[in-house]
């Protein structure tokens, strides 16, 4: 088991073209800036990461990219961001890498740095924060995780877990205020090797059955430490999070 901080750790930014619901959304501009540049410059204003990549098969991704960070361009057929970034990490020099969704223009650079440190004892990380609102409560694509008291995840899922059985037939917000619900956060540290061993596994079941990759981690043995964080994340899933996202940056001002 790992018992330091990673020194060379580097930020990756899967990025592609294709999106059903929001086609070409790096490349869509927030407040005048391509969502993928927005991510970039959060990610830098990290402590731990030594340099911040993106990694895309799309050409039009790349050399919009390539004017404000490194690319590395992948093949196409890559059935997971993590399976992306593990092509990417195989061919550089590093001791660790942080997958940063690139669809998150607010993530708050803490965040990232809280998932890299959890490295030190551990050989995949992730983030999560309590659930306050109910409406995450009742969604499918809000996941949760569930972790032991040590920190360590025991399971995610897109149902609302644990089942609180006393309160089933209450409303959702009496059920949210009587347990520490947990949402997981879109962001994950791995150890290089343990990277590069994962995405020799084949596709899990329950990875299958519930559209989430970080579970052919725990399938195979990979135990993940969670951050537990205060942040709000909000992603740009649909055009309609492009005004969400930029009354946010004109509510925060300058900086």
């Not at 930014?13 to 086609?23: E, K, L, N, V």
């Not at 790096?26 to 407040?31: D, K, M, N, V, W």
């Not at 969604?139 to 949760?144: A, M, R, T, Y």
Request: proline share 7%; with cysteine.
């Amino acid at each position: 088991m790992p018992s330091a901080v990673p020194t060379r750790v580097l930020g990756i930014i899967p990025a592609r073209y294709a999106s059903t619901r929001f086609p070409g959304k790096p490349l869509h501009l927030i407040a005048g800036q391509p969502l993928i540049q927005r991510v970039v410059e959060r990610c830098r204003q990290s402590r731990c990461l030594a340099d911040v990549l993106v990694a895309t098969d799309d050409p039009r991704i790349a050399r919009v990219a390539g004017a404000f960070a490194r690319v590395e361009m992948t093949r196409e057929d890559h059935p997971s961001g993590t399976d992306r970034i593990a092509e990417v990490a195989a061919r550089l020099e590093c001791d660790a890498v942080v997958n940063i969704q690139g669809d998150e223009p607010l993530i708050d650079p803490a965040v990232i740095d809280r998932v890299a440190e959890a490295l030190k004892d551990a050989e995949m990380s992730t983030a999560a924060t309590p659930i306050a609102d109910v409406a995450d409560y009742e969604n499918p694509n809000v996941v949760k995780v569930v972790v032991t008291t040590s920190g360590w995840a025991l399971y995610f899922s897109r149902r609302t877990i644990p089942y609180v059985r006393d309160l089933a037939t209450r409303p959702a917000a009496e059920q949210l205020s009587a347990f520490p619900f947990l949402k997981h956060l879109g962001i994950y540290g791995y150890r290089r090797e343990a990277l590069l061993r994962l995405v020799q596994f084949p596709v899990s079941p329950l990875e299958t059955a519930e559209r989430l990759e970080q579970l052919r981690a725990l399938e195979n043995g990979i135990a993940i430490r969670v951050a537990q964080v205060v942040h709000e994340s909000i992603g740009v899933d649909v055009p309609a999070d492009v005004d969400r996202v930029e009354a946010m940056l004109r509510a925060r001002g300058p900086g």
